[in-house]
């Protein structure tokens, strides 16, 4: 029987070893043979031999076309714990090593194979601050799902995303998650200047030290991007208003409506706390420099997705309802490739737009957005113009016409993608009454802002920060996340919030070691 298991997998790797990664293929191996040799774990594990993959429902196209809310319904518990027993459980985890948070996720997944998802729960929440945040916007097919090791092998990888989101849920529905008790506060404190993701996690991690925290954010309602910057239909807002109340019955300070630089200086900030934190985000858009920019009705894609979600959070918002940023019965183009793109088409479509279509430099294969989302896109309705580029805008006092050029690719660039390549007298008109600009954000000139010349940036604008220790030029101001590595995912965000806790729990307690020294 050894022989023959043996034999078998050896054919199904021969056929596929052009194909798939040789470490994949040898992890696959040991997987069968774990089976063989180990029957107790394939009691609960390793079911992806004769189990397949299944995602949750989605609702229609027609269905989920017509109002915002999350378009994946929810798993139930057999469910769950039926696809979580797909876990291959492979020594080295590859699924683990391509998340940010290097979350447990083989552990977790066995735990709810066995139905104890309290564990489950309490393992996952060990090393992400936002498991159910995660759960929703991560790209898992970029990271922990694109690297299972039996989605190489054509098994289908584990749907860790949606497991994710079910246990945080059920911890939620089952009151598992309890604000954090602090018995001996530190008289210490922290400012943090931020309320997104890596301003959230920071804060947490340091409640969790016993620190006293203060969040300062310049916005009405804490959350920063999670909040006024993704849609619905793939974060519903009750999702981040829940961790943001949270984290208040944990003994954190919210100040919203907060500028540093006008309601107080980075100085003075920094003279009433013992660390500061800086995790601002990045929110400058980028622009596209061509003939016609000015022209009305063209728009950055942060200012159309806010507008949209402060609508749907029940905010009076002029520019929408006198119908400037609503894109209801309009023509509508968005430019760039990005998740960011995917959220304007797809609120774009809700708002019952009467055409939308997505123009790209690139391919389908090289576009930079999650391929779920793009999917996701096409079902629903949006039109996407590959290989094309904007040249130019037209119209008189609002823009009515794009002029696009037809794009080729050539040899890959710098960042390792084939540069994009204009083709000659290839110039096409697309009709557009909104012209949506989804081309990526820079940081804002946060030295001016906050009124501290010594904050130093690098020649990009992000803050310059100690690439071990997270300190800036100025001692005891950290930063993290997007300002200090450019725009990128929000798990990368919690991610660093939760390392800039660490090296501000390291200083504040060498600066209180060397205090006690000298006294």
């Given amino acids: 029987m050894t022989y023959a298991i043996y034999r078998k997998t050896a054919i199904i790797l021969n056929f596929l070893k052009n194909k798939v990664n040789k470490t994949y293929l040898y992890m696959l191996f040991a997987n069968y043979i774990l089976i063989y040799k180990h029957p107790a774990m394939s009691e609960k594990m390793l079911k992806f031999v004769n189990i397949g993959q299944q995602n949750p429902p989605k609702r229609t196209k027609d269905e989920r076309s017509k109002d915002f809310n999350e378009i994946y319904k929810e798993f139930i518990e057999e469910k769950a714990k039926t696809q979580s027993s797909r876990c291959s459980q492979c020594g080295v985890p590859f699924c683990q090593v391509h998340c940010p948070l290097s979350n447990n996720i083989p552990d977790w997944l066995k735990l709810t194979a066995e139905g104890r998802l309290e564990e489950a729960y309490r393992l996952s929440q060990s090393t992400n601050n936002m498991p159910e945040v995660c759960g929703r916007i991560c790209p898992q097919d970029r990271l922990c799902e694109g690297n299972c090791v039996i989605e190489q092998s054509g098994h289908g990888t584990v749907t860790i995303g949606s497991i994710e989101k079910f246990l945080t849920e059920t911890a939620w529905e089952n009151n598992w998650v309890k604000p954090i008790e602090v018995r ?255 081309l990526g954000f820079d940081p804002e000139n946060l030295p001016e802002l906050f009124g501290e010349k010594n904050l130093q940036v690098s020649r990009w604008g992000t803050i310059k920060a100690d690439f071990d220790t997270m300190e800036t030029s100025i001692p005891g101001v950290f930063a993290a996340g997007d300002i200090i590595r450019g725009a990128s995912l929000v798990v990368w965000a919690i991610k660093d919030g939760r390392d800039a806790a660490e090296n501000i729990d390291k200083f504040l307690k060498n600066k209180t070691q060397l205090k006690q020294k000298v006294a």
């Fill in 184 to 438: 001996n506060e530190s008289n210490l404190s922290i400012g943090i200047i931020g309320a997104g993701p890596a301003g959230l996690a920071c804060a947490e991690e340091l409640r969790k030290k016993n620190y006293k925290v203060t969040i300062y954010d310049r916005y009405d309602r804490s959350g920063g991007l999670l909040i006024y910057g993704i849609p619905n239909f793939k974060l519903e807002k009750h999702v981040v208003l829940r961790r943001i109340k949270h984290l208040q019955d944990s003994g954190i300070e919210f100040v919203n409506n907060f500028e540093v630089g006008k309601d107080k200086s980075l100085k003075e900030l920094k003279e009433k706390h013992d660390a500061i934190l800086i995790a601002t985000g990045v929110y400058k858009a980028r622009e596209i420099e061509l003939p016609g920019s000015d022209l009305g009705n063209i728009f950055p894609a942060m200012e159309f997705l806010t507008a949209s979600n402060r609508k749907g959070l029940g905010d009076k918002v002029e520019l929408f309802d006198n119908g400037v940023l609503n894109a209801e019965g309009k023509d509508v183009v968005v430019i760039g490739g990005g998740d960011t793109a995917m959220d304007c088409v797809r609120t774009s479509i809700r708002q019952n737009a009467k055409s939308v279509k997505c123009l790209y430099r690139r391919d389908k294969e090289n576009m930079p957005g999650s391929a779920r989302e793009v999917l996701n896109a096409e079902e629903e309705g949006v039109e996407f113009i590959w290989l094309s580029s904007p040249k130019e805008f037209l119209g008189s006092n609002k823009v009515e016409n794009v002029k696009a050029l037809k794009m080729k690719l050539g040899d890959p660039d710098d960042s390792g993608r084939r540069k994009p390549i204009e083709q000659n007298d290839s110039d096409f008109d697309i009709k557009a009454d909104l012209v949506i600009k989804a």
